[in-house]
């Protein structure tokens, strides 16, 4: 049974960092104010909440300035090829970084700007110029 956002959304509170909480709260609304689908929404949240946890209270989302944590938390969701023969955790690893890039990507770009850059505007800090991995199909 899918998660309702709603769900989705209070959990933003048990982030324990602050500033990531708050961060995560913005980017909802920047989602929701924008039309995008709550399914949408709620998958990119709760990316960016097991993110944020993997952060731990002392990280701040805008204090990442490497790929280096973006990496450790994305290989932790690869699997062995035994335990994953058909590579399904290279397309977890693949959205994830997806979503991860939008989130940090718009907080470079439109946090706190009225009106926000069109998306078509954005820069990608160097960074977050990571690859996706090659998936088995």
Same mark, same amino acid.
């Given at each position: 049974?899918?998660?309702?956002?709603?769900?989705?959304?209070?959990?933003?509170?048990?982030?324990?960092?602050?500033?990531?909480?708050?961060?995560?709260?913005?980017?909802?609304?920047?989602?929701?104010?924008?039309? @995008? +689908?709550?399914?949408? =929404? &709620?998958?990119?949240?709760?990316?960016?909440?097991?993110?944020?946890?993997? %952060?731990?209270? #002392? @990280? +701040?989302?805008?204090? =990442? &300035?490497?790929?280096?944590?973006?990496?450790?938390?994305?290989?932790?969701? %690869?699997?062995? #090829?035994?335990?994953?023969?058909?590579?399904?955790?290279?397309?977890?690893?693949?959205?994830?970084?997806?979503?991860?890039?939008?989130?940090?990507?718009?907080?470079?770009?439109?946090?706190?700007?009225?009106?926000?850059?069109?998306?078509?505007?954005?820069?990608?800090?160097?960074?977050?110029?990571?690859?996706?991995?090659?998936?088995?199909?």
């Amino acid at each position: 049974m899918p998660v309702k956002l709603a769900t989705t959304v209070k959990k933003i509170e048990n982030i324990p960092n602050a500033i990531n909480s708050s961060l995560l709260s913005d980017f909802y609304n920047y989602l929701n104010s924008n039309g @995008v +689908s709550e399914s949408h =929404i &709620s998958n990119n949240l709760k990316a960016l909440t097991a993110f944020a946890h993997f %952060l731990g209270p #002392s @990280v +701040s989302f805008i204090r =990442i &300035s490497s790929k280096e944590p973006i990496i450790n938390f994305l290989d932790g969701k %690869l699997k062995s #090829s035994k335990e994953d023969p058909d590579g399904k955790s290279i397309i977890t690893w693949n959205d994830y970084l997806g979503r991860i890039k939008y989130f940090l990507r718009w907080i470079h770009n439109c946090r706190g700007k009225s009106p926000p850059l069109d998306l078509s505007d954005w820069q990608t800090p160097d960074f977050l110029k990571i690859k996706t991995k090659k998936t088995f199909y």
